[in-house]
């Protein structure tokens, strides 16, 4: 069973449905990611870039069960950084999502997904996700949350995604039927 809820990460309870919450941890530069749930220990170069995240602003959104037993999260980060140069700030970053082991194949990362794509946030134009292509589970699920396939993306020396036909990361997006 994953973790349960970690009262000194002062999350937001946005939602409760379904036997289900729906929680918010706004980041802090003391502390980047939540204590809620099963993540996994990052190495430094993730750390960087949590650091440059919280620059242009991130939020995780997290589902946990009516007990507060963490189900899974996903990382939302604003467009228009060095990173993303095809998005602006008016747009949204997907990713990376996370499901514990016990949960995955259930859709909790869909509906993580659906929840802040069409209730939590909708001052957006596109959210844009990059996934390998290989992640075959990932590429499933922002199907499943309307996402269509853009481009190839390759990463260059500053971990920055270029369009590329050749690369091994796919482009995916989705259009903010709100705005329409």
């Known amino acids: 069973m994953g973790k349960k809820v970690d009262k000194t990460d002062r999350l937001l309870l946005l939602k409760e449905s379904d036997n289900e919450r729906y929680y918010l941890f706004t980041p802090r530069l003391m502390r980047l990611f939540p204590k809620s749930g099963d993540m996994r220990k990052m190495n430094l170069k993730e750390i960087l870039l949590h650091l440059i995240r919280l620059v242009h602003g991130y939020k995780v959104y997290i589902l946990t069960d009516d007990q507060d037993n963490v189900k899974g999260s996903i990382l939302f980060s604003t467009g228009g950084s060095f990173r993303y140069p095809f998005a602006s700030k008016k747009d949204l970053i997907d990713g990376p999502s996370f499901t514990v082991p016990e949960y995955r194949g259930q859709g909790v990362a869909v509906r993580i997904g659906d ?66």
């Open 115 to 180: 929840a802040v794509m069409n209730e939590f946030e909708s001052d957006y134009n596109v959210v844009y996700g990059t996934i390998r292509e290989d992640n075959v589970p990932s590429l499933k699920r922002v199907k499943k949350n309307g996402f269509v396939e853009e481009s190839k993306l390759r990463i260059d020396r500053l971990r920055r995604f270029q369009k590329d036909q050749n690369g091994d990361h796919v482009l995916v997006a989705y259009h903010n039927k709100h705005k329409l």
